[in-house]
């Protein structure tokens, strides 16, 4: 059975304090994987997807990057705007289609 | 461009009625997907279209809920006789195609009292 699981549950960082939310999967086989911002109230916001193992991706102070198992988001010198809810998901390509399966998300809050 | 909007944006019913959740998605794009997201966990698969027809409805919980997409555009999720257990925020989300990612509405808040 497909599984997204991803820690901690939540976080508290200090504004320019740099660290890393994990997000461990299990597939088949991996279609793809995918993270997003969701903030309070509001639908998710996409922002990477990843495909294969050892790809990494980046944006302003986001860099995602994947391995055969987990996917890491890092956030470097964290601001208070980067407060949000980091959700990812994965489509398996042989189980189930083209569902997407979606972790439980990471709380994070950037203190000033 | 407009991205996926979704009305109303708050619904409270009372148990057992039946309620209508609209999703207009980003034009052009051929795959939507719904969701529901209970407080403090991630989106759960319900169905999903590609064109108008229901690719996988296999996340539907029962026969109580239904989804459909006329003409291959604005979708409604339908959901008969409704519960206290039904609460929860209900997304869409639309793409390009059933690989891509996905850009999804504020979502619909239903509350059944």
């Known amino acids: 059975e497909d599984q997204v699981t991803q820690s901690p549950e939540a976080l508290r960082l200090q504004e320019g304090e740099s660290s890393s939310l994990n997000c461990s999967y299990t597939v088949s086989g991996l279609r793809g994987l995918f993270w997003y911002r969701q903030d309070p109230g509001k639908g998710p916001e996409f922002l990477f997807t990843?495909?294969?193992a050892g790809e990494e991706k980046e944006k302003e102070r986001l860099k995602a990057t994947l391995t055969k198992k987990e996917s890491f988001l890092h956030i470097t010198a964290p601001k208070p705007e980067d407060s949000a809810t980091y959700l990812c998901a994965v489509q398996d390509i042989v189980n189930t289609g083209n569902q997407f399966y979606f972790g439980t998300g990471t709380s994070l809050t950037v203190i000033p | 461009g407009a991205g996926v909007s979704q009305t109303p944006s708050n619904k409270v019913t009372e148990k057992g009625k039946y309620v209508e959740l609209r999703c207009d998605p980003i034009?052009?794009?051929?795959?939507l997907y719904w969701y529901r997201q209970s407080l403090g966990q991630g989106p759960e698969f319900l169905i999903y279209?590609?064109?108008?027809?229901?690719?996988?409805d296999s996340g539907l919980p029962n026969d109580r809920f239904f989804a459909v997409r006329p003409e291959g555009s604005v979708s409604t999720l339908k959901i008969q006789r409704t519960e206290r257990g039904d609460s929860a925020v209900y997304l869409c989300?639309?793409?390009?195609?059933?690989?891509?990612?996905?850009?999804f509405g504020p979502g619909t808040r239903l509350t059944v009292t």
């Open positions: 990843l495909y294969s």
């Open positions: 279209f590609q064109g108008t027809g229901a690719a996988d």
């Open positions: 034009s052009g794009h051929t795959a």
């Open positions: 989300a639309s793409s390009l195609s059933t690989t891509g990612e996905q850009y």
